[in-house]
């Protein structure tokens, strides 16, 4: 199965950003990859069901972002280094949770993406905390 390691997480303060990293390897039994499959990144506060923040998909185009995160988070992949990045700009404390990456499925729905535990369990994420 694929592994995914996310990074960059830390404790910022309101209005700072952070750049958040994905890298993953492997490749599942069906032989999907990281670089033919769209990605996404998702995450949970305390408390707090598992969301949906952005997408992209295997080419890095048409990226998709939870209203929470529009004008503020891009994500943005680069398929050489089997990584997929979220620059998250203008930080609130409402942002902190675990963030995590995988696979998407759904990708065009007119919901939100949903992560897809058949390409890759998910990983330990990554702490964002935002102080007020």
């Known amino acids: 199965q694929v592994q995914l390691v996310e990074s960059g997480g830390g404790l910022v303060q309101t209005g700072g950003s952070l750049r958040l990293s994905c890298a993953a390897s492997?490749?599942?039994?069906?032989?999907?990859?990281?670089?033919?499959?769209?990605m996404g990144w998702f995450r949970q506060a305390p408390g707090k069901e598992r969301e949906f923040v952005a997408a992209?998909?295997?080419?890095?185009?048409?990226?998709r972002y939870a209203d929470s995160a529009k004008a503020r988070f891009t994500i943005s992949r680069d398929n050489p280094k089997n990584t997929v990045y979220l620059q998250m700009n203008s930080l609130k404390p409402e942002d902190t949770a675990v963030y995590y990456c995988?696979?998407?499925?759904?990708?065009?729905?007119?919901?939100?993406?949903?992560?897809?535990?058949?390409?890759?369990?998910w990983g330990q994420g990554t702490q964002v905390t935002v102080s007020s």
């Open positions: 995988n696979g998407v499925k759904g990708y065009f729905s007119a919901t939100y993406p949903e992560g897809d535990t058949d390409f890759a369990s």
């Open positions: 492997g490749r599942t039994d069906t032989g999907r990859t990281f670089s033919t499959n769209s």
């Open positions: 992209i998909t295997w080419s890095g185009g048409n990226p």
